[in-house]
Every structure is written in structure tokens, then in C-alpha cells.
């Protein structure tokens, strides 16, 4: 793949082409989970306990909280919550523009400082174009184990640049050792994308170019890895 021809901003094939994001941060989702241990310390705050070693009193006041009120006071925490997580949703969304823009204009250093974050909290487009920057040297020392393992997270979700990406890795033997079987399968797997999608084209291409140089063997062990690590994997 060329990084010459790459544009952050959205996904780029073998190719050249350079179709769409198709990655939401799923900040609202992970954040979301928060939500019920929240709602928990809040019930233990909001209800009174008694000191006394009667525990009658303590069940009488946890049976009287929960009923009406206290299910109003818990769904106005969950919607406040909802909320917040919905501001911090659109934010991180906004990060991750800022990281593209940011390497539109070559400021490498700002593009990782916005698109880490995310990374960590599963973006996978943000751990794609952390793999960028990694394989191809853009404000960062070149490394291929670095750009490896952020698209191993990125392929990890489905997305198919990443998938390719690793392809291209194991093909050249760039931070691992050079395996064409391995290759194969992550062409494979990037392959059988559903029909439209940016990645398929290219990486069937790039598959079926490597086939030439595999035996038979080869190639049905790479796509037997292939079809197992889809069914791990949807």
C-alpha cells in the first residue's frame, strides 16, 4: 500500500480509492456501562440506614425507597446520565475530526494526541489510523510491532483497512516474521466483506496476486484460518 496516496480523513484502499468513515466512536456505549454502578452507589447514598443492630428497619427502609420514589430518582440519574454520554459521544467525535484535520495540515503530533484517546476506548477507525502513522513514520518512529497491534484491534471490530493492513505486514514480513499463509488469510478475511464495501475489491486483489506464489496446500490453510476466525469473529 502506498502511503503516498492516503488520506486520513477517510478510509483508503491499496488502490487509491478513498471511500468513506464507516466507524462511529463508541464512546456512548462503553461509557454507558457506568450507568448502573451509578445508580447503585446512588441508591446506597440516598438510603438511610440504621445504626442499631435491628436490620427489620434497614429491609423496611429498603423496601419503602424502592417503590415509586425511588424508581423516579433512579430514572432521572439513568436520563441525566444518558445525557452526559451523549455530550461525551459528539466530543469524541469532534476529537477524531480534529486528528483528521490536524493531519491534513501535517501535524502529526496533534492527529496522535486526538486519536489515542479514542484508540484506547475502541475506536476502531482511531486504532486504523494509529496504525498509520506507525507503518508509514508520521510524527512517530517507524514500527511495524506498533502499527501491527493497533490494527489488530482495528481488525478485530471488521474493519477491513486494518485486515488488509495486517496482509500487507505478514506479506513483506514487516514487524513479523514474513508468512505468506498468514497473509493470504487476512487478504481473505478483508475479502469477504459484504459487497459494496471499500476494502473487498482491493484486498481480494492483493490475495489472489500472493496465490501465485503458494501451493495448494498454502492456500487452503490460509482460508480454512480464514473462515474460522470469521466464525470467532462477525
Known amino acids: 500500500m502506498s ?33 448502573f454502578s451509578v445508580e447503585m452507589l446512588s441508591m446506597r447514598t440516598l438510603i438511610p440506614t440504621s445504626s442499631a443492630p435491628d436490620k427489620a428497619l434497614d429491609i423496611a427502609i429498603w423496601r419503602d425507597w424502592s417503590g415509586s420514589a425511588g424508581r423516579a430518582i433512579s430514572l432521572r440519574i439513568t436520563l441525566a446520565l444518558i445525557l452526559v454520554n451523549l455530550g461525551l459521544a459528539s466530543s469524541g467525535w469532534a476529537d477524531y475530526e480534529a486528528g483528521v484535520e490536524a493531519y491534513q495540515r501535517r501535524d502529526y503530533t496533534i492527529a496522535l494526541q486526538e486519536w489515542l484517546p479514542l ?4 475506536h476502531a477507525e482511531a486504532q486504523y489510523k494509529l496504525g498509520l502513522l506507525y507503518h508509514f513514520k508520521k510524527g512517530v518512529p517507524q ?10 484491534k482495528a481488525a478485530a471490530q ?10 500487507e505486514l505478514y506479506k513483506f514480513g514487516h514487524g513479523v516474521l514474513r508468512d505468506f499463509v498468514v497473509a493470504y488469510m487476512w487478504y481473505q478475511i478483508a475479502s469477504m466483506h459484504s459487497t459494496g464495501d471499500p476494502w473487498r475489491e482491493s484486498a481480494a486483489e492483493n ?13 487452503a490453510e490460509s ?7 470469521r466464525a ?3
Open 232 to 234: 470467532k469473529v462477525p
Open 158 to 167: 471488521g474493519h477491513g483497512g486494518a485486515q488488509s493492513n495486517l496482509g
Open 3 to 35: 502511503e503516498a496516496t492516503y488520506s486520513p480523513g477517510r478510509e483508503q484502499s491499496a488502490d487509491g480509492k478513498e471511500p468513506k468513515d464507516t466507524h462511529w466512536p463508541p464512546i456512548f456505549s462503553l461509557r454507558c456501562l457506568s450507568v
Open 119 to 122: 484508540a484506547e476506548l475502541g
Open 143 to 152: 514500527d511495524f510491532v506498533m502499527a501491527r497491534r493497533w490494527y489488530e
Open 223 to 229: 482460508q480454512m484460518r480464514a473462515r474460522e476466525w
Open 207 to 219: 490475495r489472489d496476486e500472493l496465490a501465485g506464489r503458494m501451493s495448494s496446500a498454502q492456500i
